[in-house]
């Protein structure tokens, strides 16, 4: 079954550029839409966008300013950018894939996601 | 403050069955799916409901999801000491770009 697995650095400094992948396996990449969540500890669930393996992307409103999504289909992976990063950006962050029509459904599967600090 | 309202928590004895609401409007819930997910204590969040009442292969007919106009609610009947979880629902946005937007969260106690 498709499994996925987040990587990147677990500490970033305020003002800097916060960079997660996602690494699909057993399955491909194509053809599906790939989501970003994340999670403050102790707090709810925030989506931060969506890419198509075409490249085509959604983002959150409230942070689309600051993010920016890519993938690679050779290397069967998506990236996260988020630029700007203060401590508010503190999180667990998730990838998942949508499920549905054109992506308009459902979380599944998802990564067992990475914490991320943002600190001096 | 979550665009979608779920009830900070409920609590139920084991065997009993609870329901939790998810009350949104019309530019998301009205015109969307919903789905539910399921957090266990430091686990990822796992899907339980989609399509508004659909289960995913492996989820017990324990869990059952329904519709209706701006509100969803998630339903767990034979309540087990291991659905002590957080329970989110989710749907689609149009209110300015269409976006994915969450619930609060509402923390399952089985007493």
């Known amino acids: 079954q498709v499994q996925l697995q987040e990587s990147g650095p677990g500490l970033v400094k305020p003002s800097e550029t916060l960079s997660l992948t996602c690494t699909v396996s057993?399955?491909?990449?194509?053809?599906?839409?790939w989501s970003w969540i994340r999670q403050p500890a102790g707090k709810g669930l925030e989506w931060i966008g969506r890419i198509y393996t075409s490249g085509s992307t959604n983002y959150n409103p409230s942070l689309k300013s600051r993010v920016t999504m890519s993938v690679d289909t050779s290397k069967n992976q998506f990236s996260l950018k988020l630029s700007s990063v203060t401590a508010a950006d503190t999180a667990v962050y998730y990838c998942?894939?949508?499920?549905?029509?054109?992506?308009?459904?459902?979380?599944?599967?998802w990564g067992q996601g990475t914490l991320v600090t943002v600190s001096s | 403050q979550s665009v979608l309202t779920q009830p900070p928590s409920v609590s139920a004895a084991p065997g009993q069955k609870v329901t939790i609401s998810c009350s949104g409007s019309s530019s998301n819930i009205g015109n969307n799916y919903v789905s539910w997910y399921q957090q266990l204590p430091g686990t990822a969040p796992k899907l339980l409901i989609y399509e508004n009442n659909k289960r995913p292969s492996g989820i017990p007919d324990r869990f059952s999801g329904s519709k209706s106009g701006t509100s969803a609610t998630l339903g767990i009947t034979g309540l087990q000491t291991g659905d002590e979880a957080d329970y989110y629902c989710g749907t689609w946005d149009s209110s300015l770009s269409v976006h994915w937007v969450f619930g609060g969260g509402t923390k399952l106690t089985v007493l």
């Open positions: 057993g399955g491909s990449i194509s053809s599906y839409y």
């Open positions: 998942a894939r949508v499920g549905g029509a054109a992506g308009t459904g459902w979380f599944d599967p």
